[in-house]
C-alpha cells in the first residue's frame, strides 16, 4: 500500500532538513550555530526566528568611524572659518 509522504509545515522549520536549513541560514544571514541557538531558544518558527535575526543585527551597534579628538574637530573648523571670512577693503570709487 502506498502513502503519501507528510507534507511539511510551510511557516515552521525542520532542523533535521539540511537543504531547508541552508536557505533558511542563507535568508537570514546567520551561521549555522547561531540558527540553531536561536531555534533552540525561541522554537523553530521561521517568523520568530527571522525576528529575533532582525533583534540581534539591530542590538549590535556598528562601529564607528576613526573620528580625530574635538581639540582637531574644533581647531580645523577655526582655519576654515578664517579662510573664508574675506577681509573688508574700502570701497574704490
Known amino acids: 500500500m502506498r502513502r503519501s509522504t507528510p507534507k511539511p509545515i510551510r511557516n515552521k522549520l525542520d532542523l533535521t532538513d539540511r537543504a531547508q536549513m541552508r536557505l533558511v541560514r542563507k535568508r537570514l544571514g546567520l551561521s549555522d550555530a547561531e540558527l540553531t541557538a536561536i531555534a533552540g531558544r525561541i522554537g523553530n518558527s521561521i517568523a520568530a526566528i527571522s525576528k529575533e535575526a532582525a533583534q540581534q543585527r539591530a542590538s549590535v ?10 581639540a582637531v574637530i574644533a581647531s580645523a573648523t577655526a582655519a576654515e572659518q578664517a579662510a573664508t571670512e574675506l577681509p573688508a577693503t574700502a570701497p574704490t570709487s
Not at 551597534?61 to 574635538?70: E, G, I, W
Request: charge should be neutral; glycine fraction near 0%.
Open 61 to 70: 551597534l556598528p562601529k564607528p568611524a576613526d573620528v580625530p579628538p574635538a
